[in-house]
């Protein structure tokens, strides 16, 4: 924000905006001194932070020096990419109704920052800031609490988002130390099926790491909306949270209408059977569904992206998978669709490191053409075979999971 806009600021906001940036003897300033004292600490606001290692101080087995010193070159070279996108030198032109200033930085070729544009936030995560990092989240609270933008109609909300993004790239770059390939086979505009093998035990890993792949890797950082199983929706809490950092309900109506609007669809077929897998079964892809996603990408006209995920079956090991715990899940969530619970040994996940694997793209058929029942179970099995291949080639040239 430039002097001229801390200048059309009352005495008021000005104190609310020293005292986010922790600016002592606030109250006793006049207009001019706030002013002076917040364009000072404006380039500070702005300056993106060192890549920390998320874990200094703690020793993980299996997690080497190298390995942390890596993690802080990757999270450097995005941090320095993802800048490109924002023009820190000028600030949203977006005022409110009583001429309060946004204060955000503006993407580059427009007047507004994301928040206040044309809504391509919702595909396309820039930073706000234009830099990650948890220097940027007192700027993201006042936005959050200011309450001045929408979200989409999916429940996405750009700063929540933004804000897990930050938190889960730890265990992004420092602790799971994700290797991606064929990043080029995501397209960079329009609609997609990014169909992966299923693993975690339950907990969402691949799911965050897909999308997060796509972010932290691709040219320009689009989101994958996730589609989550039934109980992501139904658990008080975390539903808002799970659709508001940007993932979607499980429902035909839901998927068509995402992929209608260009977005990246993330979808895990194998559903609840694949992360039940016991550990001797890990990294053997099961049936694919009935192949639904096929006629989702057949209607919308869009590719399918199968995706071969090595990583997220073996960070909680499945020992064994219980029906009894199956029936009291029922008890609670009775339209969950869930026939076992799996069991493992390890509350907290193994530092396992992960490789994601974008294969080449499976192009729609002629347009106008339907899939019927039988069309979408042999497309579904030819993905599946394509996944297990390259899952098979990743692990065969794997010298050890960590």
Same mark, same amino acid.
């Not at 804000?163 to 992004?172: A, I």
């Given at each position: 924000?430039?002097?001229?806009?801390?200048?059309?600021?009352?005495?008021?906001?000005?104190?609310?905006?020293?005292?986010?940036?922790?600016?002592?003897?606030?109250s006793?300033?006049?207009?001019?001194?706030?002013?002076?004292?917040?364009?000072?600490?404006?380039?500070?606001?702005?300056?993106?932070?060192?890549?920390?290692?998320?874990?200094?101080?703690?020793?993980?087995?299996?997690?080497?020096?190298?390995?942390?010193?890596?993690?802080?070159?990757?999270?450097?070279?995005?941090?320095?990419?993802?800048?490109?996108?924002?023009?820190?030198?000028?600030?949203?032109?977006?005022?409110s109704?009583?001429?309060?200033p946004?204060?955000?930085p503006?993407?580059?070729?427009?007047?507004?920052?994301?928040?206040?544009?044309?809504?391509?936030?919702?595909d396309?995560?820039?930073?706000?800031?234009?830099?990650?990092?948890?220097?940027?989240?007192?700027?993201?609270?006042?936005?959050?609490?200011?309450?001045?933008?929408?979200?989409?109609?999916?429940?996405?909300?750009?700063?929540?988002a933004?804000?897990?993004?930050?938190?889960?790239?730890?265990?992004?770059?420092d602790?799971?130390?994700?290797?991606?390939?064929?990043?080029?086979?995501?397209?960079?505009?329009?609609?997609?099926?990014?169909?992966?093998?299923?693993?975690?035990?339950?907990?969402?890993?691949?799911?965050?790491?897909?999308?997060?792949?796509?972010?932290?890797?691709?040219?320009?950082?689009?989101?994958?909306?996730?589609?989550g199983?039934?109980?992501?929706?139904?658990?008080?809490?975390?539903?808002?949270?799970?659709?508001?950092?940007?993932?979607?309900?499980?429902?035909?109506?839901?998927?068509? +209408?995402?992929? =209608?609007? *260009? #977005?990246? @669809?993330?979808?895990?077929?194998?559903? /609840?059977?694949?992360?039940?897998?016991? %550990?001797?079964?890990?990294?053997?892809?099961?049936?694919?569904?009935?192949?639904?996603?096929?006629?989702?990408?057949?209607?919308?006209?869009?590719?399918?992206?199968?995706?071969?995920?090595?990583?997220?079956?073996?960070?909680?090991?499945?020992?064994?998978?219980?029906?009894?715990?199956?029936?009291?899940?029922?008890?609670?969530?009775?339209?969950?669709?869930?026939?076992?619970?799996?069991?493992?040994?390890?509350?907290?996940?193994?530092?396992?490191?992960?490789?994601?694997?974008?294969?080449?793209?499976? +192009?729609?058929? =002629?347009? *106008? #053409?339907? @899939?019927?029942?039988?069309?979408?179970? /042999?497309?579904?099995?030819?993905?599946? %075979?394509?996944?297990?291949?390259?899952?098979?080639?990743?692990?065969?040239?794997?010298?050890?999971?960590?």
């Open positions: 924000m430039t002097a001229q806009d801390l200048s059309s600021l009352t005495k008021k906001q000005l104190i609310v905006l020293a005292r986010e940036r922790n600016i002592a003897g606030r006793t300033m006049s207009k001019a001194q706030l002013v002076e004292a917040l364009s000072s600490t404006e380039q500070d606001v702005n300056r993106p932070d060192p890549a920390p290692d998320a874990f200094a101080g703690i020793n993980i087995p299996g997690i080497s020096p190298s390995d942390r010193a890596q993690a802080r070159e990757k999270r450097d070279a995005l941090y320095s990419r993802l800048s490109s996108f924002v023009d820190t030198e000028v600030h949203c032109a977006w005022r109704s009583d001429g309060h946004c204060g955000l503006v993407t580059v070729g427009s007047p507004t920052c994301g928040l206040h544009g044309d809504g391509t936030t919702f396309c995560a820039i930073p706000l800031t234009g830099q990650l990092g948890f220097s940027a989240w007192p700027r993201l609270l006042r936005q959050l609490s200011l309450a001045t933008y929408d979200t989409d109609i999916f429940g996405l909300d750009p700063v929540i933004e804000m897990v993004w930050h938190v889960v790239n730890m265990l992004y770059f602790y799971f130390r994700v290797d991606v390939e064929g990043i080029e086979n995501i397209p960079m505009e329009g609609g997609a099926v990014l169909v992966a093998n299923h693993g975690a035990a339950a907990l969402p890993y691949d799911g965050a790491m897909l999308g997060l792949s796509v972010m932290n890797e691709a040219e320009i950082p689009r989101r994958v909306r996730v589609i199983t039934e109980i992501f929706n139904m658990l008080p809490g975390v539903s808002h949270l799970y659709r508001k950092a940007g993932g979607a309900y499980a429902a035909r109506e839901d998927a068509r +209408e995402l992929l =209608a609007r *260009g #977005h990246l @669809l993330g979808v895990f077929p194998e559903g /609840e059977r694949g992360f039940m897998k016991p %550990v001797w079964d890990a990294y053997k892809v099961g049936r694919l569904g009935r192949g639904g996603f096929a006629d989702l990408a057949q209607e919308a006209s869009v590719p399918i992206i199968p995706v071969a995920i090595v990583g997220s079956e073996e960070v909680h090991p499945t020992v064994m998978v219980s029906k009894r715990l199956a029936m009291l899940v029922k008890l609670v969530f009775p339209e969950q669709r869930l026939d076992a619970v799996a069991i493992a040994l390890n509350p907290v996940p193994l530092p396992i490191r992960w490789r994601i694997r974008f294969l080449p793209p499976v +192009e729609p058929t =002629a347009p *106008g #053409h339907e @899939l019927d029942s039988l069309d979408q179970l /042999e497309l579904a099995e030819n993905v599946r %075979v394509t996944i297990q291949t390259a899952l098979d080639d990743i692990l065969s040239t794997r010298r050890t999971a960590f």
